[in-house]
């Protein structure tokens, strides 16, 4: 056959199939069909299958049939692979956000509103609900893993919703963030940690000290979890400031409140006050001035310290590296590429990776070759839950070894790709 009718029958392929599926999304039975065989997938490769073809049709399905996709995505936010959940919790967002098609007529400017325009707000209020305040029949762990995703789903809020539309999603989550005194430790760091993601344009000033007031609150609680959550959102709320407006004054004092002697937490407070134009020659002499690497390093590989406190462990390494100690770089880089491969929480590989990336350009020829085929080994493990982030940061350290190492490494994956099913990790 030839190339030109080649890609003429892969594109009528395409389109055929595509028929196919609109076909069976365009039925309110066969697309429940579709749900409980999603629901009842056993093969991680089907799940995501499923949830691609969600990603994918989700902006042409029925009302009634968004409302199905949203229940059946809630319930993989308690799903044993974090990618899954990710990809769910983003799915939501997406979804409200583009619930209805936005290409209608112009209606006249007294005509009564379609109660049907209702429906996403309501929903977004009704899944707010279900994220930050999780069934009492969920265990801690399943609570954990329901309100991590709440800020990946305001993140995609954010990205797919319309500007007329999104002051009615963001003050419906913003109503949250009052009495603190009343939020639990679990319902409160999940408020903490998606609120930093929110852009500070979404909200006015007004707004900014009731939010810094409700962190400030946490950041003197003495919880380890809670003080990091809080003084992040600080240092994210004190960007768009200058140092002489009046807020900046309380976030300094808020930072100076949490107290304790970790460090992860040592270099938030010294973060914060630094920007506030705050004296912080004692937090420089404790960070900058003896050995601190040994300690995160315990730190970030031990099950019991919180995702958290990881991430600021690895930008305080990373920070220890920009002010001049250097000494420990290429163990640093080693850990980074070890995490990126072991850690259990997506966010915490995401933030090594991100960190290894920047520190390969400072390292020798032959360090840099060392840490990329010490993270390609991660591909050979054969779990896709522990590779599929592995690719992204390999291939952009890879950038910055010599050419004929590179090339060894690209001989390298040219091999795993065409390795047989058998193997450790068989080509995709």
Same mark, same amino acid.
């Given at each position: 056959?030839?190339?030109?009718?080649?890609?003429?029958?892969?594109?009528?392929?395409?389109?055929?199939?595509?028929?196919?599926?609109?076909?069976?999304?365009?039925?309110?039975?066969? *697309?429940?069909?579709?749900?409980?065989? @999603?629901?009842?997938?056993?093969?991680?490769?089907?799940?995501?299958? /499923?949830?691609?073809? *969600?990603?994918?049709?989700?902006?042409?399905?029925?009302?009634?049939?968004?409302?199905?996709?949203?229940?059946?995505?809630?319930?993989?936010?308690?799903?044993?692979?974090?990618?899954?959940?990710?990809?769910?919790?983003?799915?939501?967002?997406?979804?409200?956000?583009?619930?209805?098609?936005?290409?209608?007529?112009?209606?006249? @400017?007294?005509?009564?509103?379609?109660?049907?325009?209702?429906?996403?707000?309501?929903?977004?209020?009704?899944?707010? +609900?279900?994220? $930050?305040?999780? +069934?009492?029949?969920?265990?801690?762990?399943?609570?954990?893993?329901?309100?991590?995703?709440?800020?990946?789903?305001?993140?995609?809020?954010?990205?797919?919703?319309?500007?007329?539309?999104?002051?009615?999603? $963001?003050?419906?989550?913003?109503? /949250?963030? +009052?009495?603190?005194?009343?939020?639990?430790? &679990?319902?409160?760091?999940?408020?903490? &940690?998606?609120?930093?993601?929110?852009?500070?344009?979404?909200?006015?000033?007004?707004?900014?000290?009731?939010?810094?007031?409700?962190?400030?609150?946490?950041?003197?609680?003495? %919880?380890?979890?809670?003080?990091?959550?809080?003084?992040?959102?600080?240092?994210?709320?004190?960007?768009?400031?200058?140092?002489?407006?009046?807020?900046?004054?309380?976030?300094?004092?808020?930072?100076?409140?949490?107290?304790?002697?970790?460090?992860?937490?040592?270099?938030?407070?010294?973060?914060?006050?630094?920007?506030?134009?705050?004296?912080?020659? +004692?937090?420089?002499?404790?960070? /900058?001035?003896?050995?601190?690497?040994?300690? $995160?390093?315990?730190?970030?590989?031990?099950?019991?310290?919180?995702?958290?406190?990881?991430?600021?462990?690895?930008?305080?390494?990373?920070?220890?590296?920009?002010?001049?100690?250097?000494?420990?770089?290429?163990?640093?880089?080693?850990? *980074?590429?070890?995490?990126?491969?072991?850690?259990?929480?997506?966010?915490?590989?995401?933030?090594?990776?991100?960190?290894?990336?920047?520190?390969?350009?400072?390292?020798?020829?032959?360090?840099? %070759?060392?840490?990329?085929?010490?993270?390609?080994?991660?591909?050979?493990?054969?779990?896709?839950?522990?590779?599929?982030?592995?690719?992204?940061?390999?291939?952009?350290?890879?950038?910055?070894?010599?050419?004929?190492?590179?090339?060894?490494?690209?001989?390298?994956?040219? %091999?795993?790709?065409?390795?047989?099913?058998?193997?450790?990790?068989?080509?995709?």
């Amino acid at each position: 056959m030839p190339p030109d009718e080649t890609v003429d029958s892969l594109i009528l392929l395409s389109v055929e199939h595509n028929l196919k599926l609109m076909h069976q999304l365009s039925s309110e039975r066969k *697309f429940g069909n579709i749900i409980e065989a @999603a629901r009842s997938a056993k093969s991680w490769q089907q799940l995501r299958a /499923y949830l691609d073809v *969600f990603d994918e049709y989700c902006t042409y399905l029925s009302v009634r049939q968004k409302t199905q996709a949203l229940a059946f995505l809630y319930e993989l936010l308690v799903h044993r692979e974090g990618d899954i959940r990710r990809q769910a919790a983003s799915l939501i967002g997406k979804i409200i956000a583009k619930f209805h098609l936005v290409y209608r007529k112009e209606v006249p @400017a007294d005509a009564r509103t379609d109660p049907a325009e209702e429906v996403p707000f309501t929903l977004w209020e009704e899944y707010l +609900d279900k994220l $930050i305040y999780p +069934d009492h029949k969920t265990t801690p762990q399943q609570r954990g893993q329901i309100g991590y995703t709440l800020k990946l789903v305001v993140d995609a809020l954010l990205e797919y919703g319309r500007s007329e539309t999104m002051p009615r999603f $963001i003050g419906a989550l913003l109503r /949250y963030y +009052d009495r603190p005194e009343e939020k639990d430790e &679990d319902t409160a760091f999940t408020l903490l &940690d998606a609120i930093r993601y929110l852009p500070a344009q979404q909200y006015d000033q007004e707004t900014r000290g009731r939010l810094i007031r409700f962190a400030a609150w946490f950041a003197a609680s003495g %919880n380890l979890r809670l003080q990091a959550a809080a003084l992040q959102f600080l240092r994210e709320a004190q960007r768009s400031l200058p140092q002489d407006h009046p807020q900046m004054a309380q976030i300094a004092a808020a930072a100076r409140s949490a107290a304790g002697g970790s460090l992860p937490l040592l270099f938030l407070r010294y973060k914060v006050l630094q920007r506030a134009g705050e004296d912080v020659s +004692d937090y420089q002499a404790a960070l /900058y001035e003896q050995d601190v690497t040994s300690e $995160i390093f315990l730190d970030n590989l031990k099950s019991a310290t919180h995702w958290i406190i990881k991430v600021v462990g690895i930008e305080l390494l990373q920070d220890q590296v920009e002010h001049g100690l250097r000494e420990h770089m290429l163990h640093i880089a080693t850990h *980074f590429s070890n995490l990126v491969k072991v850690s259990e929480r997506v966010g915490v590989r995401h933030a090594a990776g991100e960190a290894l990336v920047r520190l390969i350009p400072l390292l020798r020829r032959e360090q840099r %070759n060392e840490v990329v085929v010490e993270l390609g080994k991660g591909l050979e493990m054969g779990q896709y839950q522990i590779s599929k982030y592995i690719p992204e940061y390999l291939g952009r350290a890879a950038l910055f070894l010599h050419p004929s190492e590179l090339d060894e490494q690209v001989l390298w994956l040219k %091999n795993l790709l065409g390795s047989p099913p058998t193997s450790p990790c068989p080509g995709r």
